[in-house]
């Protein structure tokens, strides 16, 4: 009796183990590794009516699953946590929106990039057609999503109040409602809000060209070479063979 539960036990801890390196096992015999996401950001990640994690993002780690012959398992996850929960080993990947910087490489891996997605200004419908900047927008409020990319480059620019916000989603609100003067967000999202989504349909706009020139990128933990280079492997042939611009055109467009 004791051996066997010595047995069981030992199961139960390699098990564990396989799973937090990335290399669990489904019943097929496939790999399975946990993927967060911040589901908060519509088209690339969000929950739908059914609560379902879907959007761009979604689409292509599963296609990058199926190309590259791994499933995954995706983990909601809050934007706050999901960096430190990846340096934790609370899951193998994260795939959020999240942009390739120098300062991330020091602390996580990426894979080859998958999407261009610079910055952009989206104001209210009725905003003059001179403003198409953010420093046309000096001495005045304008929102972004605490942590990102957008807040940064508001912070950057002259003049210009930034306001932040735990979700870009709460931006957007209070642009609509004329608290703030504008909102920088990644452009595939502005597109989402300001050409798809009926609750903002007429009263927004996006202005200029992005002024960034930015790259998502799945992240991996530090040193994890095994998850980063099935994901890779995977990415590489959905990039390659038509898959990804099929996504793109189903959410992006």
């Known amino acids: 009796m004791k051996r066997i539960a010595v047995f069981l036990s030992l199961l139960v801890l390699t098990a564990a183990f396989a799973f937090a390196s990335g290399e669990a096992e489904s019943?097929?015999?496939?790999?399975?590794?946990?993927?967060?996401s911040d589901a908060t950001w519509p088209p690339m990640e969000f929950v739908d009516a059914d609560g379902q994690i879907?959007?761009?993002?979604?689409?292509?780690?599963?296609?990058?699953?199926?190309?590259?012959?791994?499933?995954?398992?995706i983990q909601n996850t809050a934007w706050e946590g999901i960096f430190p929960g990846l340096a934790n080993g609370d899951y193998d990947a994260v795939i959020s929106s999240v942009t390739i910087t120098d300062e991330r490489k020091n602390t996580m891996d990426f894979s080859i990039p998958y999407?261009?997605?610079?910055?952009?200004?989206v104001v209210p419908a009725d905003t003059p057609a001179s403003v198409t900047s953010l420093e046309d927008l000096a001495g005045r409020e304008v929102g972004a999503q605490i942590g990102t990319t957008g807040a940064f480059a508001v912070e950057e620019a002259?003049?210009?109040?930034?306001?932040?916000?735990?979700?870009?989603?709460?931006?957007?609100?209070?642009?609509?409602?004329?608290?703030?003067?504008?909102?920088v967000m990644d452009n595939p999202v502005a597109a989402d809000y300001v050409l798809q989504n009926?609750?903002?349909?007429?009263?927004?706009?996006?202005v200029g060209e992005p002024f960034t020139e930015e790259f998502y990128g799945i992240a991996v933990?530090?040193?994890?070479?095994?998850?980063?280079?099935?994901?890779?492997?995977?990415?590489?042939?959905?990039?390659?063979?038509?898959?990804?611009?099929?996504?793109t055109n189903a959410w992006l467009r």
Not at 115 to 121: E, F, K, R
Not at 158 to 183: C, F, K, Q, S, W
Request: glycine residues 14%; without cysteine; negative net charge.
């Open 27 to 36: 019943e097929s015999g496939a790999p399975v590794i946990t993927v967060a």
């Open 54 to 73: 879907v959007g761009f993002d979604i689409d292509l780690i599963n296609a990058v699953a199926e190309a590259g012959g791994f499933e995954v398992e």
């Open 115 to 121: 999407v261009n997605a610079g910055q952009i200004l």
């Open 158 to 183: 002259a003049g210009v109040e930034l306001r932040t916000y735990d979700e870009i989603g709460l931006a957007v609100e209070d642009l609509a409602n004329g608290r703030i003067a504008g909102a």
């Open 198 to 206: 009926e609750n903002y349909a007429g009263r927004l706009k996006i």
């Open 221 to 247: 933990k530090k040193g994890n070479t095994e998850v980063l280079d099935m994901i890779n492997a995977g990415l590489e042939i959905v990039l390659n063979n038509g898959t990804a611009d099929e996504i």
